[in-house]
């Protein structure tokens, strides 16, 4: 008798949703899901835009799995999309995870697009990108935090493999484009790499009005993590935040407030289910 090899079951799954202008910021159009990801739709807050809250039913992300997002928002619509907790991505025994994040926004349309922590276990390996498209008036806020090693277990990362990969286009036209590669805690060790930090954040401010919000930026970045902003193409600012992980999270939850009123027209206060 042949014996079969074992095989992990492993995730595949994503969610694709298009959503059009409304009173209220925006509505579904079009929404498919399939296991391990769901897009639930809560109330917004008074005052604030719709919101979309992506779940992982899974609990997190295992080698070998695969979830892709893809999310259209057309002319004029209104949107924050965060997720219910932060994600994790575990020990891999082998494969990696992968993680395709596509988003689009059309003329007049204000995406805020703020996942919380995705936290990576030592051993772990994920490939994810994220690709963003935006008309000439549409507007972005776009936030990812990637922490090393489950920093309350006072963990140590060993062995890690990371390819983070961004490209941000305006009009068809690349505006950004960055890639991360990470083999190992060699360069987060490193005094030129990151230095120790625990935890990296990357914060993209796009559309009109956005390069106005540098010179306050630069003056609301906290004494407690490393960091900085620029402006690396018109009508884009990036920042950057390396440091402990709660100082980071902390550092990003003081600024977001008045982003989201400068930029987005959002009241000065953090989203529901970044406080929950």
Not at 40 to 46: G, I, K, Q, R, S
Not at 94 to 99: L, S, Y
Not at 124 to 148: D, W
Not at 208 to 225: H, I
Request: proline share 7%; charged share 20%; with cysteine.
């Amino acid at each position: 008798m042949t014996t079969l090899p074992f095989r992990h079951q492993r995730a595949d799954g994503g969610v694709s949703a298009r959503f059009a202008a409304a009173p209220a910021g925006a509505r579904p159009e079009v929404l498919a899901q399939s296991a391990p990801l769901r897009l639930l739709l809560p109330d917004a807050e008074p005052g604030e835009c719709s919101i979309a809250a992506l779940l992982n039913t899974g609990g997190g992300l295992a080698g070998g799995d695969a979830v892709r997002v893809a999310l259209t928002l057309a002319p004029g619509a209104r949107l924050t999309l965060a997720t219910a907790a932060a994600e994790k991505v575990y020990r891999s025994l082998g494969p990696a995870t992968r993680v395709e994040n596509h988003l689009e926004a059309g003329d007049g349309a204000a995406l805020e697009w703020i996942p919380q922590e995705t936290i990576l276990f030592d051993g772990a390996s994920l490939q994810r990108r994220t690709e963003i498209a935006l008309a000439a008036t549409s507007r972005l806020l776009a936030l990812e935090m990637l922490v090393f090693g489950r920093a309350a277990g006072g963990e140590v990362i060993r062995r890690l493999h990371l390819r983070d990969t961004w490209r941000l286009r305006r009009d068809g036209r690349l505006l950004w484009a960055e890639a991360l590669r990470l083999d190992g805690p060699d360069r987060l060790a490193d005094p030129l790499g990151f230095g120790g930090a625990g935890a990296m954040a990357t914060l993209l401010l796009a559309g009109p009005g956005a390069e106005s919000l540098l010179p306050t930026l630069r003056e609301s970045l906290p004494d407690g993590v490393r960091a900085g902003a620029t402006k690396p193409a018109p009508g884009l600012v990036l920042a950057r935040f390396l440091g402990e992980a709660g100082a980071v999270r902390a550092a990003i939850a003081g600024i977001l407030p008045m982003l989201r009123a400068e930029l987005l027209g959002q009241p000065h206060t953090l989203p529901r289910l970044w406080t929950n």
